[in-house]
């Protein structure tokens, strides 16, 4: 007996080590090895994303810059086919008599003009300067009282323009030329202005442009993690993005950058400022400039990482998980479930005579005198429920017997009608006759819905009856969309909100009153507003009432009962989206919109 125990004992003791190898198995070395394929797979597609995303950026930014320089050349070229800065440029320094001074002003404010022309069509320029025998001209309104203009043709900016007779040259980061006084660099275009359809050269113009433009270009881009940095063809740095870039690095960088040039590399890996970075670039047929961008390493790999940590995280958890599980199940767990889900398998069957019954004092045993408690509640309350079904059917008919009947109301207010017209009082008689009318349109017809313009026929009938009460004091008036009077929707859902208008908002009010019934069709929707001149909700009263119609419980004790009433049918009937709002001003009237489908009649 001791050696069967002692065998079945292990027999459980193999089949709980075996499922919890088949846990590691299944789930704790499948999460290692997804952890380590997963971290390979998204660092090397990160690292492709990066690299062609990055040439896609840098593609963009150098083509912009070449298109803004474009632009600045582009504006450069309208000196020549400009009639009147020719003839200016060509005759200026010619006039020397004093009377020809009023011709010599001219020509000067023509020159002044195109500079100022230029500075206001290109963004972002500091300056133009158009350079005409020894004299300079600017923009009528600049100040010119830093720039120190001696001997500029002897400047080494100055001759370089005029070797290359027109053509447009571009000189990178600077401070301004003839300005010794200058903090801010500049980028600068300079060209010679030939007279049109020759070789002969009229003028050196230079347009000083502030940083801000490429500052501009590049701000687009720029995160706090990817940063540029712009060369000239003399691989002289133009910008650079990192204001914390350390200038001991700049020439490391600019040397290592030459070596990746002449080895034709368009990306490579490189230390800046002390971190590993991505580095890549294109340059400029144009302008020969580089935009170089660079990113640290690590932020191209941190999804990669994170996604490697949060893997490793879950298979140690799972490992914990299987482990702390082969204990559990050892004994006290996997036997009892088996044994209490094959009984509630046959409560579920129809068995209630099934008894429950442990001498666990633990869960189990709390979980086994819980079910047997609830199959003998179960097996009660169906035994009440079938008696509850029986006694409601009786309840119902009682309650449908003591209603009162709208048939017999409308036959017997017919008969008084007749009695009335007999005795020679027609205004009450037609009274009587509306509110018989009245009465047989409540008659159940077994349709939840009818048309608008059959609901308005019965409301009108509830109109005319208020109007004998209320004189001339009250008008009514319908303003219907067109398609409209054919939507189907629900009985009885306007005349509860006509006579709330007319109860609350129209008995008080001194001087006359009216009721309009308004549509609107907007696609799928259907909107009928029920407007009155009443003496409106204050306030306090329309937050209670609105918040009182978004809640479950019933109003059947307070006012406009019939309002909560049809938004809940409504509700109820077509869904959540629609039902009815106020809008309401105290001393000015009430507006109440009811939201509804669109279904036409068939």
């Known amino acids: 007996m001791f050696q069967q125990k002692k065998k079945k004992h292990k027999k459980m003791g193999r089949l709980n080590q075996q499922i919890f190898l088949i846990m590691i198995l299944t789930v704790t070395l499948p999460l290692f090895i997804i952890s380590a394929v997963l971290y390979f797979i998204s660092f090397n597609g990160l690292k492709t994303q990066h690299e062609s995303s990055s040439h896609l950026i840098l593609t963009n930014l150098s083509f912009n810059i070449d298109q803004y320089l474009q632009s600045i050349e582009k504006a450069t070229l309208s000196a020549i086919t400009d009639d009147e800065l020719q003839l200016a440029l060509e005759n200026w320094p010619i006039i020397s008599s004093s009377d020809e001074e009023e011709l010599k002003i001219q020509y000067e404010k023509e020159i002044e003009d195109f500079a100022g022309t230029l500075e206001v069509s290109i963004k972002n320029i500091d300056s133009v300067q158009i350079y005409v025998d020894d004299r300079v001209f600017y923009s009528a309104n600049f100040n010119r009282s830093d720039y120190y203009l001696e001997n500029f043709m002897d400047s080494d900016w100055y001759k370089e323009t005029i070797e290359a007779k027109g053509k447009i040259i571009i000189f990178g980061t600077h401070k301004p030329f003839q300005r010794p006084n200058a903090t801010d660099s500049v980028i600068s275009i300079a060209r010679v ?120 995280a879950l298979t140690i958890m799972s490992f914990a998980t299987a482990l702390l599980f082969f204990f559990i199940l050892h004994g006290r767990v996997t036997k009892p479930i088996i044994s209490l889900a094959q009984q509630v398998k046959q409560v579920g069957l129809g068995n209630f005579n099934i008894q429950f019954n442990s001498n666990r004092n633990d869960e189990f045993g709390v979980l086994h005198k819980g079910i047997n408690r609830m199959v003998s509640d179960l097996k009660l309350h169906v035994q009440r429920l079938s008696d509850a079904k029986v006694q409601q059917k009786m309840t119902q008919y009682g309650a449908l017997k003591s209603q009162i009947n709208p048939h017999f109301l409308a036959n017997t207010l017919e008969t008084i009608q007749m009695k009335v017209i007999i005795n020679g009082d027609r205004e009450t008689s037609e009274m009587i006759g509306k509110l018989g009318l009245l009465f047989r349109g409540l008659i159940p017809s077994g349709k939840e819905t009818l048309s608008l313009e059959e609901e308005l026929s019965q409301l009108r009938l509830y109109i005319q009856i208020q109007q004998y009460r209320f004189a001339n004091k009250m008008s009514y008036e319908e303003v219907l969309a067109e398609n409209s009077s054919q939507a189907q929707i629900l009985h009885f859902i306007l005349q509860p909100i006509v006579e709330n208008a007319f109860v609350h908002g129209l008995e008080r009010k001194l001087d006359k009153g009216f009721i309009r019934i308004q549509t609107h069709i907007n696609d799928k929707l259907l909107l009928i507003t029920v407007e009155d001149n009443g003496i409106g909700i204050p306030p306090q009263r329309l937050e209670e009432l609105q918040k009182k119609l978004n809640e479950s419980d019933q109003l059947t004790e307070e006012e406009h009962v019939g309002l909560k009433n049809v938004h809940d049918r409504i509700r109820f009937y077509y869904g959540e989206q629609y039902g009815i709002s106020i809008n309401s001003k105290e001393n000015s009237g009430t507006k109440i919109t009811l939201s509804l489908p669109y279904i036409k009649k068939a």
């Not at 995160?223 to 001991?248: G, P, V, W």
């Open 193 to 312: 202005i030939n007279k049109a359809g020759s070789k002969k050269a009229l003028s050196v113009m230079l347009i000083d442009i502030r940083l801000d433009s490429l500052q501009e270009i590049l701000s687009k881009s720029e995160t706090t993690n990817r940063n540029f940095i712009i060369l000239d063809k003399n691989n002289q740095i133009i910008y650079a993005s990192d204001s914390a870039l350390n200038e001991q690095h700049i020439p490391t960088l600019i040397d290592t950058f030459n070596n990746k040039l002449v080895q034709n590399e368009k990306s490579y890996s490189a230390t800046i400022n002390n971190v590993n970075s991505y580095v890549n670039f294109v340059d400029s047929s144009y302008s020969g400039w580089k935009v170089i961008q660079y990113i640290p390493v690590n932020e191209i790999t941190k999804y990669a990482k994170e996604i490697q940590l949060n893997i490793f």
